[in-house]
């Protein structure tokens, strides 16, 4: 009973990240042999002891001792939980939906949550995803963004049925921004915007809002013709000068930006805010639902007006709540600064929370998706765990990631091995089919050790070469042992003496160096480097991925 509680245990820890359950661990015993109720004292306090003692451990010791004692812990059945996303609201045959990006920069793993969950609908329901891409503020465009956007969503596996640039469309919004005044629903103001502000704050209208249309016709074709500069004019969308949230009362819906666009150069200076450009495509882009963060109730609000005031039918709407991405760089004035800087070798730096600097370090796309389909639509605001992440990419990449052995901090070592040693491991524990890593090594080797590694040995120590042999430091050298230990001894890495060089990049900016063994050498691919993590290598460089 005891053997098998210890296996629970180990079983629990290597499939849930490091760490064991109690709770889980008794139902599993329970379920596999129930005549342990009569002396759940007793199962209790040693499942505890046998808890906390692997909770202790590192995740490289966990899967050693899975890989020695335990090997038919990894072929295990995998009993995927399935996550479905709630169905959506007022469905009527297909849907219609949107991803809106700005350009200021490519996608980050906070905008792959918007993209996936309306994906998955549109999967669901049939219909059209559109990619609408919101660059009417010119100041903040980055012009790589158009293709960089599209590129990050293909890589998700996200289908984009139709694209659509709000650029291309300013005649389209002038012709219903004049629409709209005509039939008094927007006005005109000039010169004196801090005084709109600040009457609005007092719920007090300016003397524009009552004025003619034509006037507010008038002076909006003068912001169109370049008439104004930065700041001398708006447009502004009537709503209650009263409302109970100053930022509703009475919006700006066009204002001038003198930029150059880096699509339209200097043809258009009033451009649209945000709020009436979404709120006309829309309607006539046709979407039936939209979903987007609870950050954006306010401005789902304010775009009502347009519809209301149009007779439109209102799209469906859902906010999910705010997700915190802990120890994540995201923001784009951020690494725009530190890109011009030298600080970010680019927008695909392992350090960033960019999807291009997760795919370069070897994460699959189908984890974001699981990640986010897991998380679901739920309202309230939550923090991103990496942890969970981590752990689902694992269950995706294992089954394909090879086994090969990196020494970090090497220096070379003689072995006194009067024999010819040969090291037999597979390439991966659970598929030995795909072959073997094998290496010979001459009597009175050499091979590289990890020089922490080699400090810690004490003298006389026994310890196992992994995959090779006994061995045991005497005198400061590493001797070989016919010796077959009960107990249990350190398992060092190590790598042959025709390894090669290979750096390792990890996101918190720290770089290890090493030898790979040569049969990893031109691989360019996610690897399991033993005892160290999953790396993506690329050459004689790689980016570490996780643990």
Known sequence: MQQEIRKQVIKNAYLHGGKADVSSVVGKLISANPEIRKDMKNVMKSIQEYVSEVNSMTHDQIEEIVNTEYPDILIREKKEEKHRLPDLPNVKGSVVMRMAPSPSGPLHIG?????????EYVKRYGGKLILRIE???????????????????????????????????????????????????MYAIEENQQEFHDLKL???????????????????????SGYYSDGQAALVMKTEIDHPNPSVRDWIAFRINTHDHPRTGSRYVAYPTMNFSVSIDDHYLGLTHVIRGIDHLVNTEKQKYVFKYN????????????????????????IKEGIRSGKYSGWDDIRLGT?????????????????????????????????IFNSMDREIIDNDTERYSFVPEPVIQHIKNPVELKSHAMLHPQNPERGFREYRLKPDASIYFPARDMLEIAEGETIRLKDLCVARKENGRIVYSDYVPRERVKIIQWAPENSSEMTIFHPDGSVDTGMLEPLAAGKNSVVQLERYGYVNLSGNKGYFLHK
């Open 311 to 334: 007779k439109w039918e209102i799209p469906e709407y859902f906010h999910y709540g705010f997700i915190t991405i802990p120890d994540t760089i995201l923001k784009t004035t951020i």
């Open 355 to 387: 999807l291009m600097a997760l795919k370069k370090r070897g994460y699959n796309p189908e984890t974001f998706r699981n990640y986010w389909i897991s998380s679901g639509m739920n309202k309230n605001n939550a923090t991103f765990s990496w942890d």
């Open 202 to 224: 007092k719920k007090v209208p300016v003397k524009e809002r009552d004025a003619d249309p034509s006037d507010s016709l008038e002076k909006f074709d003068r912001m169109i």
């Open 111 to 119: 905008h792959s949550r918007m993209a996936i969950l309306n994906d």
């Open 135 to 185: 660059d009417t503020n010119p100041s903040n465009i980055d012009p790589d963004a158009y293709e960089l956007i599209p590129e990050d969503l293909k890589w998700l596996g996200v289908n984009v049925g139709e694209t659509v640039i709000q650029s291309e469309r300013m005649e389209f919004y002038y012709s219903e921004a004049k629409r709209m005044i005509s039939d008094g629903y």
